[in-house]
């Protein structure tokens, strides 16, 4: 086969048929020339109403890369010019994934009158309502696949076209009236898994520059602390990604936020080394999980659901067990954290199979479903 046809197949392959989708895969627009996937103006009018009050504001993440990143960039943005803003990023354990009556209540007790949900909040409903009974405003930022009701939240700026800090990016440059850094949205577009075409593939080729570039402290002592020499995605996806995701799994991802934002060059040098050393755990936590689990199966007889349960499975590596059996077996794979009172459970899926549609068959016999097409939990 020649070349040229080689390229058509692979071309076709990623659903480029036109010329104009091939040049803009091979030259993509730059970022600061995106056009926004929402209107930002009621939300900045909705802050800036806050802001000139004096009222306190909460920037309520997630504890994976998304959700720390994007939370960094929004807590930059207003921060710069309003010291009254403070992030909030829930325990895994203790508060669960997305937005919970637990963390709003920690952000309500510390005085907040405004909470920006960011990676979390379009499925929210009854969280939502608590919140604005208790007169606090919140604004969503999500890219996580909304139900055909929306939340009753003051302001929705929803988009699947990116992952959620390329979204905090988007509002960031509204609100500033310039675009901001692009080196945390690049990490969490790769870290993400989110298709790298069209907007996502204009963040990744041009902010790999920045961040080969960076001058966050954070970013270069956990750089220094990972040895690496050259940054390309298989290192933001496998060394960068995972020492941000593993305070998240095992700790508290406040840690790794702290990272991104300091100026502090002890500080980000000892946070880096917290980062790398946690990592490790995790990785030593999902092996033995992992092999454990691979016992406990047939391969001679696997059903077309894996699942697997144990009491010793850490809440914070089912997503890594699930992943591995998935990929392994390329069936869709459930991981199950026995608790005493109450069980946690994270899904991955194949192409072909919606996992979260598929469970929310069985919501009147689940605490919560949440996710997207390919992941659950």
Excluded at 11 to 29: A, D, S, V
Excluded at 339 to 365: M, N, P, W
Aim: aromatic residues 6%; hydrophobic residues 35%; glycine residues 8%.
């Amino acid at each position: 086969m020649e070349a040229d046809s080689i390229i058509e197949t692979l071309l076709k392959n990623r659903g480029l048929k036109t010329k104009k989708t091939i040049e803009e895969f091979f030259h993509p627009t730059r970022p600061e020339n995106l056009k926004s996937p929402f209107d930002s103006a009621p939300a900045i009018r909705l802050i800036k109403s806050h802001i000139k009050k004096g009222h306190k504001i909460a920037i309520y993440g997630d504890y994976d890369v998304d959700g720390i990143c994007s939370t960094a960039i929004l807590w930059e943005t207003l921060y710069t010019d309003y010291k009254n803003v403070f992030p909030h990023i829930p325990h895994r354990e203790s508060e669960g994934y997305g937005l919970s009556i637990k963390g709003i209540d920690h952000c309500l007790e510390q005085g907040a009158k405004l909470i920006i949900a960011v990676d979390n909040g379009i499925v929210a409903h009854d969280q939502i309502k608590y919140c604005r009974k208790h007169t606090c405003d919140i604004i969503i930022i999500d890219h996580h696949e909304a139900t055909s009701q929306r939340p009753e939240a003051n302001c929705i700026l929803h988009s699947t076209s990116c992952c959620a800090t390329g979204l905090a990016w988007f509002f960031a440059r509204d609100y500033l009236q310039k675009p901001p850094g692009l080196e945390l949205v690049t990490i969490a577009t790769v870290c993400d898994l989110v298709p790298l075409q069209n907007t996502n593939r204009s963040f990744v080729k041009y902010g790999l520059e920045e961040l080969r570039n960076t001058t966050r402290v954070g970013l270069l002592a956990l750089i220094q602390e990972a040895m690496i020499k050259k940054i390309t995605p298989y290192e933001i996806g496998f060394i960068i990604g995972p020492r941000i995701n593993a305070m998240g799994r095992l700790e508290h991802a406040i840690d790794s936020l702290r990272l991104l934002c300091t100026h502090k060059l002890d500080q980000a040098t000892q946070l880096a080394k917290l980062l790398g050393e946690t990592n490790k755990l995790r990785q030593d936590e999902t092996r033995s999980s992992v092999d454990h689990a691979l016992k406990t199966l047939d391969e001679n007889n696997l059903p077309d659901m894996i699942i697997v349960s144990d009491t010793g499975y850490h809440p914070g590596v089912i997503g890594l067990i699930a992943g591995k059996l998935t990929e392994k077996y390329h069936r869709p794979c459930v991981a199950i954290s026995i608790g005493e009172t109450e069980s946690k459970a994270s899904c991955r899926s194949v192409s072909g199979f919606h996992i979260t549609d598929h469970l929310r068959q069985y919501g009147d016999v689940l605490v919560a479903v949440g996710g997207p097409a390919m992941a659950a939990g």
